[in-house]
């Protein structure tokens, strides 16, 4: 599996589009404090499913959008502040690795400022759930074992035998077979609410 392309627009300290192309493995992104370094990283958590706002160090969904910038000194006139942002991530699928029949694949989610999320699978809106199925058949589960962040190498350290489980089954392919035992798991419920609800209107 080969990522192409992140593109980010309106998504914290990138106010105007952006896109960063991979052309070829990828080891690190480097550069100055306060060039965005950590945004990029938080972008890629971000558009794969991550539901915590502290792991995207801000408070609420607004705070991950361009908030607006003042004319500088220099003469650079002003950003005003944009109404969503967006995030896209693109996979290069020409081997079939991504059970789908598309030579590209590309996540993509976006969020306006009332708090709406929005998530789409190559231009086609779907539900987070599709969504986190799909990056758990490929590995990227919500577990962010795939990015480590300042802090995160001593939880991992200090993780209970089952967090440390929880990780080890997400490495390993397993994450998707529990999302459908948990969801049929609730339907058998709702089902059993339904059976105690028919047999009360029966008596």
């Known amino acids: 599996m080969h990522l192409r392309s992140l593109e980010l627009s309106g998504f914290k300290s ?9 052309p ?4 690190a992104i480097v550069g100055p404090n306060g060039s965005g370094k950590s945004n990029i990283a938080e972008a890629i958590r971000w558009v794969l499913g991550e539901q915590s706002m502290k792991a995207l160090r801000g408070k609420k969904g607004e705070d991950l959008i361009w908030n607006g910038s003042p004319a500088s000194r220099a003469g650079r006139p002003s950003i005003p502040r944009m109404g969503k942002a967006s995030v896209t991530l693109r996979f290069d699928n020409t081997e079939g690795n991504i059970a789908l029949d598309f030579e590209e694949v590309a996540i ?11 998530y789409f ?3 086609s809106q779907v539900r987070l759930r599709d ?4 990056i758990a058949r ?5 577990t962010k074992h795939n990015i480590i962040g300042q802090g995160e190498v001593d939880w991992m350290l200090l993780a209970s035998p089952l967090e440390r489980r929880d ?9 998707v077979y ?3 035992k948990n969801e049929t798991e609730r339907t058998l419920n709702a089902t059993e609410d339904n059976l105690r609800q028919a047999e009360a209107l029966l008596r």
Not at 24 to 27: D, E, G, L, V
Not at 108 to 118: L, S, V
Not at 131 to 134: F, R, S, T
Not at 138 to 142: A, P, Q, R, V
């Open 121 to 123: 699978l190559n231009d």
């Open 14 to 22: 990138f106010a105007n589009s952006t896109t960063l192309t991979f």
């Open 167 to 175: 990780i080890l089954e997400e490495a390993l392919g397993l994450r």
């Open 24 to 27: 070829s493995r990828i080891t």
């Open 131 to 134: 969504i986190v199925e799909l």
């Open 178 to 180: 529990q999302l459908k």
């Open 108 to 118: 993509a989610r976006k969020i306006f400022r009332d708090g709406i999320n929005e």
């Open 138 to 142: 490929l590995g990227l589960g919500e």
